[in-house]
Structure formats: structure tokens, C-alpha cells
């Protein structure tokens, strides 16, 4: 049974509540909605105070005054972006949200910048503000890590900043490339010739290319040598001018292939270097890609940028995953860590303690 005092609240909670309704013209509703509702959820989730309802074009929000204004701000700031030629994802409902949360006064659409390229009706753009802050570190440094779990955009992005800056001139070439190394694998084990053993693993950029770019146009400019992509090992001495190069799942090159690949660098060229540290499968050694964060994190012209588990754009569970997974190997970092201190303290007895421990005993008398 509830209490007098308990009822005066669910009271007055009801007397406070507003009634806010939007209605939406001259869009399709599906793309407010998202397929299965999926963007409306997410709008739900992001406003857990506010109660939505859909009938036809029309939007009803419920709920307390502030929680339903923040809501129709971010309703507004939707119908903003797809007015804008946008197609949303959960991603972009989620950073939007977050953004009007932290700024009220700044339109999410206007801070993660306009479109990278436009292909078949499909643009590419910053979906979160990580991936802005990538997006403009491409653009202004010479040398940008993009290091981040999977699904954040970090090879996407590059590719499509790579074209961008192919279609106006700004470089003669595009160099793709990354390790052939994959969960401990080796080359000679696989079946098939060099080219068929060395495919899959770069089939992910040739993927990237053709949904960037006109399928017909991508052999071609493969043909002339305008764009290419190899496996990391055929860069050895070479000096790459007028290029902008990509270096994928830079998490799998040795310490040596990470040098080897920098100091390819040559004039009027751009790097981009992506990985996953949290994913290397490297057989044996220290990846690459781990020890350039602490050797080159304070040379000028060179930026990292770090992605998180706010930055993926795939599905929202994939983040949830990245979440957990993270927590994880924090919990093993720790345990490791009690592990080999309890370990050392064993080792050197119980007379070679902390130095409080070897402190004489003060006298009781």
C-alpha cells in the first residue's frame, strides 16, 4: 500500500506533465521512424521521461515540461537533417541527442559538418563527433591515426577523405594498404597463388571503393596505376609523393613495419593510419601500432584521435558489445596485475616486504 506522501507526488507529477504534439510534412514518416521503428526507439531511450506516440504525420509527446522540450529539440533537429538530405542511423540520433544535451544552442547538423562525397544518391559524412574531430584531423595534419574499436568509421572515413581529395586534385594517387596477417594465419598455408591469397585480406577496400566511387571507373583507375591497393609489404622501398596513403588494421604490423611504412612518406602526401588495438593478431612481438602512440604522440604534424563505443555507427548493440568487452579486459588487466604482485611479493619472502614492513618495531615500554 502506498503511502499518503507517495500519492501526493504520483499526483503531482501527473498535474506537471505537458502534452507537446509535432507534426511532420513533406517527408516520409519511415525515415523519421527508421525501418522497425528503430530511430523512434532510440529517441525513447535517449528520453526515457517522455512518453511518444505516433498516429499518422503526427508526433505526441508526454511528459515533464524540460524532458519534453529537450525531446521535440531533438525531433526538430532530425527533421532538420533529413530536410538536409540525410539518412539517419541510431548513431546520429544518439550523438545529436547528446550534443543538444551538452549545447542547446548549437545545431548537431551544423557541428558535424557537411557531406564528404556523394555516390549514387548516398552521402558519406561525420555521424558523431569523434568521427568529426577524425574527419577534420584528416584534413589538417600530415600524418592521423585513427584508433578506435570496430564499427567507428575509421577505414570509411579515410577512403572516403582519399577520394574526396582524388577528385580535386589535391593528390595524383591512392595507395591502400594493410598487413596480411589475420588471427595468427599465415600465407603459405592458404591455398592458391600470391594475388589469391593476398585478395581476401584486401577485399574490404575494394568493397569501400566500389560503393565510393563508379564500379566502372574503379578497374580502370586500378589499371593505370591511379589507385592502388596492396598488401603492406610491397611499400618497402618505395618514397610515395602525391599520394594519399591508408594503412588498415595497423594493429597487425610489427614495430619494424610500422617504421618501414612511416618513412615511406614523401612529398605532397597524406597518411592515414587505422586500427584496433584491442584486436591484434599478431603470432608473436608488440604490435606496431601500440608502440607508435607513445613514440610519436609529440611530434608535431602527427594527430591520434581516438574513437569509442559512442562512435559506432553499425548496429547499436554492436556498441553495447565494445562496452562490455572493454570491461572485460580491464577486469584481466587488474587481476594480471594482483597476480604478479602477489607473485613478486613471494619471491622476496617475508623479510623483503614494503618498506613499511622492514621499519623497526617501535618499543611498547
Known amino acids: 500500500m502506498r ?81 538536409g538530405g540525410r539518412d539517419l542511423a541510431e548513431a546520429e540520433v544518439t550523438s545529436s541527442s547528446r550534443m543538444l544535451g551538452a549545447d542547446s544552442s548549437t545545431s548537431p547538423s551544423e557541428r558535424l559538418g557537411p557531406a564528404i562525397l556523394s555516390s549514387r544518391g548516398k552521402s558519406i559524412r561525420a555521424k558523431t563527433l569523434g568521427q568529426k574531430e577524425y574527419v577534420d584531423a584528416i584534413d589538417t595534419a600530415t600524418i592521423v591515426f585513427g584508433i578506435g ?38 600465407l603459405g598455408f592458404l591455398p592458391g597463388s600470391l594475388t589469391e591469397k593476398i585478395d581476401p585480406y584486401l577485399r574490404p577496400l575494394y568493397d569501400a571503393l566500389n560503393e565510393m566511387m563508379d564500379p566502372e571507373l574503379v578497374p580502370k583507375l586500378l589499371a593505370s596505376g591511379t589507385i ?18 591508408v594503412l588498415d588494421e595497423a594493429q597487425n604490423t610489427t614495430p619494424e613495419q610500422m617504421k618501414m611504412f612511416l618513412t615511406r612518406l614523401g612529398f605532397g602526401s597524406k597518411m592515414v593510419v587505422t586500427g584496433d588495438i584491442t584486436q591484434i593478431d599478431l603470432p608473436v612481438g608488440s604490435s606496431g601500432l601500440r608502440l607508435v602512440t607513445r613514440v610519436l604522440d609529440q611530434v608535431d604534424d ?27 579486459d580491464a577486469q584481466k588487466q587488474a587481476q594480471r596485475y594482483e597476480s604478479e604482485q602477489a607473485h613478486e611479493f613471494a619471491k622476496r619472502g617475508p623479510r623483503s616486504g614494503t618498506p613499511r614492513d622492514r621499519l623497526p618495531k617501535r618499543s611498547t615500554s
Do not use: C
Open 302 to 328: 602527427i594527430r591520434f584521435v581516438r574513437l569509442t563505443s559512442a562512435d559506432v555507427v553499425r548496429h547499436s548493440l554492436v556498441g553495447r558489445i565494445v562496452d562490455a568487452w572493454t570491461e572485460y
Open 228 to 245: 592502388e591497393v596492396a598488401p603492406l609489404a610491397y611499400m618497402r622501398g618505395r618514397t610515395l609523393n602525391s599520394s594519399f596513403v
Open 3 to 83: 503511502s499518503a506522501d507517495a500519492g501526493d507526488d504520483a499526483e503531482n507529477t501527473l498535474e506537471n506533465q505537458v502534452e507537446e504534439r509535432v507534426s511532420v510534412d513533406g517527408i516520409a514518416m519511415v525515415r523519421l521512424l527508421g525501418a522497425q521503428d528503430r530511430l523512434l526507439s532510440t529517441v525513447e531511450r535517449e528520453h526515457p521521461g517522455v512518453s511518444v506516440h505516433v498516429r499518422g504525420n503526427e508526433i505526441t509527446l508526454t511528459g515533464q515540461a524540460g524532458q519534453v522540450e529537450a525531446a521535440r529539440r531533438l525531433i526538430d533537429e532530425l527533421l532538420l537533417m533529413i530536410r
Open 149 to 186: 574499436p570496430a564499427g567507428t568509421g575509421k577505414t570509411y572515413l579515410a577512403m572516403a577523405k582519399a577520394v574526396q581529395a582524388l577528385q580535386r586534385k589535391e593528390v595524383d594517387r591512392i595507395i591502400l594498404t594493410r598487413p596480411a596477417v589475420e588471427a595468427g594465419e599465415r
